[in-house]
Nanobody
Framework: QVRLVESGGGLVQPGGSLRLSCAAS????????MGWYRQAPGKQRELVAG???????NYADSVKGRFTISRDNAKNTVYLQMNSLKAEDTAVYYC???????????WGQGTQVTVSS
């Protein structure tokens, strides 16, 4: 069993920045992939960014150049630095971890990010 706890969400003005954190605990030894997904009102849940244990990353086209994913393997924590935030970034952001891309994975409870003036 794996537990994921997100933090760092909140209200920010357009153009601002936030950093999300996700701390993993439990049976996490075999979890090589960590990522961030988001669910906006009226939209499908989508992958925002992913990172494997070796540090290789991938990003949704909508966030490339603005968001940066990173991980601290020793702390079993993944981060999402979000810069130049836009109103369309408003969503609940969920942390996910899995041993490989074909696995179902484990989910955190989500953290709300609201970008509004």
């Amino acid at each position: 069993q794996v537990r994921l706890v997100e933090s760092g969400g909140g209200l920010v003005q357009p153009g601002g920045s936030l950093r999300l954190s996700c701390a993993a605990s439990g049976s996490i030894f075999s979890m090589t992939i960590m990522g961030w997904y988001r669910q906006a009102p009226g939209k499908q849940r989508e992958l925002v960014a992913g990172i494997n244990r070796g540090g290789s990353t991938n990003y949704a086209d909508s966030v490339k150049g603005r968001f940066t994913i990173s991980r601290d393997n020793a702390k079993n924590t993944v981060y999402l630095q979000m810069n130049s935030l836009k109103a369309e970034d408003t969503a609940v952001y969920y942390c996910n971890t899995k041993p490989n891309w074909g696995a179902a994975g484990y989910w955190g409870q989500g953290t709300q990010v609201t970008v509004s003036s």
